[in-house]
């Protein structure tokens, strides 16, 4: 028996989507990744962890020059990426606090 796996992507992220099959992407992750070979999440953590994927700081929404930018472009681990970036990016601000608990992203809804 076969699954076929769905694409629950938005129509919008559906047609930039074949952009990540390009030679320009290709070329451009593989440049950045070794640029900075290290998860730069972590590291901001003092901690050392393997990059992997390679997000857009400015999420592209379909713009081919943040898409293609590679001052836009951040190594991150895949557990970084799939975590905490992508919910930020639905939620539309990041759920990180400093060490006295209090929310950190200006964009937070009690930062407002």
Excluded at 4 to 21: F, I, L, T, V
Excluded at 65 to 89: M, R, V, Y
């Amino acid at each position: 028996m076969t699954f076929e796996r769905r694409d629950q992507r938005s129509e919008e992220a559906q047609r930039y989507r074949p952009w990540y099959k390009l030679a320009a992407w290709r070329k451009a992750r593989v440049v950045q990744l070794q640029r900075q070979p290290l998860c730069e999440r972590h590291l901001e953590r003092g901690e050392i962890v393997a990059a992997t994927v390679v997000n857009h700081r400015t999420p592209h929404r379909g713009d081919w020059s943040l898409f293609i930018d590679p001052s836009n472009h951040e190594s991150t681990c895949k557990s970084c990426h799939d975590g905490p970036i992508q919910s930020a990016e639905v939620r539309g601000f990041s759920k990180a606090v400093d060490v006295d608990g209090w929310p950190i992203d200006p964009a937070h809804p009690v930062n407002r």
